[in-house]
T-cell receptor, first 112, second 114 residues
Framework: DAKTTQPPSMDCAEGRAANLPCNHSTISGNEYVYWYRQIHSQGPQYIIHGLKNNETNEMASLIITEDRKSSTLILPHATLRDTAVYYCIVRVAMGGAQKLVFGQGTRLTINP | DAMVIQNPRYQVTQFGKPVTLSCSQTLNHNVMYWYQQKSSQAPKLLFHYYDKDFNNEADTPDNFQSRRPNTSFCFLDIRSPGLGDAAMYLC?????????????FGPGTRLTVL
């Protein structure tokens, strides 16, 4: 799986948009970009994923550059409950199952 | 609600005393995973089952074993826990092999080794 690079930490004011960048310059054509987050002392939670096109769901938006070498996760109106470690993962199905290789992630702190 | 359940949430064992962690799922997913997450580190995959087929990661120590007696349950056995095995152990499931299927994680079991 391609390696991802994320800033170790970010801060964002409550109510503002949080934009979390991720570099994945070695991504190949069949690899998806996934975002998970982990709130303190809980299991990781799926947020969103994409292959080429930008994606949006009830939690967030995912913007993937045209060359697919980087992406940005956008939390449009951050709340205190969005404080968590956010993981950007690039993966491809292997055999009969998926493998998620977590990097160190970005620790996002939402400030009141 | 369909979910991934891990019991117990906190487990204390002694150095060298075998311990078993449990995971159950009501999602009827084909794949079950075990991850190890040490303090301030990212989760690391230990192994997974696709149905009854066991798939071990190359760097998972032999001290770690797993059993999946049926679709709903999966166990993590640590035969002789060392101090370095203290960690959060996360169970996850996914429906099948396709790239777009998300993994659903349980709340984790925090293992302390005395």
């Amino acid at each position: 799986d391609a390696k991802t690079t994320q800033p170790p930490s970010m801060d964002c004011a409550e109510g503002r948009a949080a934009n979390l960048p991720c570099n994945h310059s070695t991504i190949s054509g069949n690899e998806y970009v996934y975002w998970y987050r982990q709130i303190h002392s809980q299991g990781p939670q799926y947020i969103i994923h994409g292959l080429k096109n930008n994606e949006t769901n009830e939690m967030a938006s995912l913007i993937i550059t045209e060359d697919r070498k980087s992406s940005t996760l956008i939390l449009p109106h951050a709340t205190l409950r969005d404080t968590a470690v956010y993981y950007c993962i690039v993966r491809v199905a292997m055999g009969g199952a998926q493998k998620l290789v977590f990097g160190q992630g970005t620790r996002l702190t939402i400030n009141p | 609600d369909a979910m991934v359940i891990q019991n117990p949430r906190y487990q204390v064992t002694q150095f060298g005393k075998p311990v078993t962690l449990s995971c159950s799922q009501t999602l009827n997913h084909n794949v079950m995973y075990w991850y190890q997450q040490k303090s301030s580190q990212a989760p690391k995959l230990l192994f997974h089952y696709y149905d009854k087929d066991f798939n071990n990661e190359a760097d998972t120590p032999d001290n770690f074993q797993s059993r999946r007696p049926n679709t709903s349950f999966c166990f993590l056995d640590i035969r002789s826990p060392g101090l370095g095995d203290a960690a959060m152990y996360l169970c996850a499931t996914s429906r099948d092999a396709f790239s777009y299927n998300e993994q659903f994680f349980g709340p984790g079991t925090r293992l302390t080794v005395l």
